[in-house]
């Protein structure tokens, strides 16, 4: 019978601080979406009186009730937003899975020459005024959906961020032998290479995911049309309106009803951050895998 090594004392010690300390840094990063659910369910007036609690000091679900009292934007804007997150992810992350594998083949001729274009954009651009310019003027994406999705699909970082971590976790030996048996280049890229590189695809996902649903810069910029707006830019339109409203009621002016701004605010900071907080544990896995194989070797 093989008897268990006992380990040395100061180690267990170790240990039992490391949980200690991680479990109290864990709970002060849990911390702020306590505040920020708590406050939602909170009655307005209390938080003015007494500020934030963990706990509810006086329940109300007013926020979303004024939120949600004509449900049809709010659901307008979830879809679009719903739909750039699952169009512009899903193709984006084959492009850049597609340019990383490319970019690290020993027999593309000009990888080294097109990889420092690639990250010379991330030190230089254009700047605002000129990237405006080519949307609006040369690429007539104005109040067009489709400038929601194109500009997120590429991102020098995660295109740079794949092409290493394809070059450490898919041996080229792999790639040579289905050469040789035959195979095509999206054949190997599709069947081998895509298989291979799921923890970097996740890890890829989840920032493109990230990028897509919290986007509400490219609706202010180029979308006039409110149907067209992006969840995270109705929902700043509406705040604006609330403490417009609110300013207004201060002034003496007449206000049909009153608004909860303070409450109304974190109620949209858990309806912009709930579904995709929801997204996380499933690829969280693959995620701290993908980030540091992809990142250490370069």
């Known amino acids: 019978m ?3 090594i006992k380990k040395p004392v100061s180690e267990l010690i170790i240990q039992i601080v490391a949980i200690i300390v991680c479990g109290i840094a864990a709970l002060l990063c849990l911390l702020p979406f306590l505040l920020v659910i708590s ?12 500020g934030y609690n963990i706990l509810p000091g006086k329940f109300s679900l007013e926020a979303y ?23 512009g992810t899903s193709i984006g992350l084959f492009i850049i899975a597609m340019t990383g594998y490319v970019l690290q083949r020993p027999d593309c001729k000009y990888r080294n020459r097109i990889s420092f274009f690639i990250y010379f954009t991330t ?11 080519m949307i609006t003027r040369y690429y007539q994406l104005q109040d067009n959906r489709l400038v929601l999705i194109l500009p997120l699909l590429m991102n020098p970082f995660l295109i740079i961020l794949m092409k290493n971590f394809i070059k450490t976790s898919v041996p080229h030996d792999i790639i040579e032998a289905a050469i040789i048996d035959g195979a095509n280049d999206f054949t190997i890229f599709t069947q081998i290479v895509l298989k291979l590189a799921t923890p970097g695809l996740a890890t890829i996902g989840l920032f493109l995911a990230l990028a897509y649903w919290n986007d509400w810069f490219h609706s202010s910029l180029f979308i006039s049309t409110p149907s067209k707006y992006s969840l995270q830019f109705f929902l700043y339109n509406t705040l604006n309106n609330t403490q417009a409203m609110r300013e207004l009621s201060q002034t003496g002016a007449s206000v049909s009803m009153e608004v909860p701004t303070e409450s109304v605010r974190l ?20 995620f701290v895998k993908g980030l540091t194989i992809g990142a250490v070797k370069g």
């Not at 109620?267 to 693959?286: D, E, H, K, N």
């Open 2 to 4: 093989q008897k268990k």
């Open 39 to 50: 406050g939602s369910l909170t009655d307005n007036d209390y938080i003015l009186q007494y």
């Open 65 to 87: 009730q004024f939120i949600f009292e004509i449900p049809g934007p709010v659901l307008q804007a979830y879809g679009v937003t719903l739909l750039n997150t699952t169009v």
């Open 123 to 133: 030190l230089f651009q254009g700047g605002l005024i000129a990237w405006y310019i």
């Open 267 to 286: 109620a949209m900071a858990v309806i912009c951050t709930g579904p995709i907080v929801l997204l996380y544990p499933f690829v969280q896995r693959y």
